[in-house]
């Protein structure tokens, strides 16, 4: 039974060592379709998640304001503060903290005050860069909590974009496209998706070796081999990504890109963005 089950584990490793290194041009029309499914699906969500947005901020702040869009307003604040807006549908935190990038957060810093009624306005600074972001046509509230503040901002515009969004228009302009220049590779991500699963245990001899060598055998039996386990669960779950978004022809998540592969110099790292590229406006 186990030397059965072998087999069967190294025919589906074999078989997805033999669909990475297959050619990677994207021309199959199911997976064309199959991608682009699935992009329908992100485009959705982003565009749900456009609609509720906000920020936080760090630093001495004190009082409040709400605004039913800049034409009706109240409050007043005054901050001396280091924060954060997110604009857009948020992507994983780790994404947030590798981009400085405005289509995904705007950050601000100094120090600020304003005082507001109606369409009426009173501030310290017009800079956009010393404030939390305002949209003239918002739905928010924000309050200063002492050594904080926070934001929380309702896009009505967004809302439309989202419902028509569903028999594919995009008022917006912010849907994600199948990019027409870079060469996807469905079948490689397919085929590394399927070495991840069946192979990610690897992870854990490997690992207890690396560190006995650089560290000794006791670093590696126990530094090793938590190195493993964890370096073991991530290729894992990715694997399972992997092959489920495989039409989408991303590159890999995690690097060396398969988990047995000897020939490669350096060391085992996270790719936090194997789909930037991929991906156009």
Do not use: C
């Not at 059965?4 to 050619?23: E, I, Q, W």
């Not at 199911?30 to 509720?52: K, P």
């Not at 995904?104 to 017009?126: D, I, L, Q």
């Amino acid at each position: 039974m186990r030397v059965r089950l072998f087999g069967k584990v190294a025919a589906f490793a074999v078989l997805g060592l033999g669909l990475s290194t297959a050619p990677g041009r994207a021309d199959n029309l199911v997976v064309n379709a199959a991608a682009g499914a699935q992009l329908y699906v992100w485009n959705r969500v982003a565009d749900f998640f456009e609609i509720v947005n906000g920020g936080v901020a760090l630093g001495p702040a004190i009082g409040a304001e709400v605004a039913l869009t800049e034409y009706a307003t109240l409050g007043a604040y005054a901050a001396k503060e280091t924060g954060v807006t997110f604009p857009h549908f948020l992507p994983p935190l780790w994404i947030v903290t590798y981009l400085d990038n405005e289509d995904v957060f705007r950050k601000h810093e100094g120090t600020y005050w304003t005082r507001s009624f109606g369409p009426w306005r009173k501030e310290s600074s017009f800079l956009r860069d010393v404030r939390f972001e305002r949209n003239p046509w918002n739905l928010r509230a924000q309050a200063g909590l002492g050594l904080a503040q926070v934001q929380l901002r309702i896009n009505p515009l967004e809302i439309g974009d989202f419902l028509t969004g569903f028999v594919g228009l995009d008022l917006s302009k912010d849907d994600h496209k199948l990019s027409k220049i870079v060469d996807r590779q469905p079948g490689r991500q397919l085929g590394r998706g399927i070495n991840n699963v069946l192979l990610g245990f690897w992870e854990i001899p490997k690992s207890v070796g690396q560190v006995s060598r650089s560290k000794g055998d006791f670093a590696g039996a126990t530094w090793g081999i938590f190195r493993g386990l964890y370096r073991m669960a991530a290729r894992e779950l990715t694997g399972v990504f992997e092959i489920v978004t495989f039409p989408m022809g991303w590159g890999p998540v995690i690097e060396p890109e398969y988990p047995f592969q000897p020939d490669v110099l350096y060391d085992w790292k996270v790719n936090p963005l194997p789909f930037m590229t991929d991906w156009d406006k």
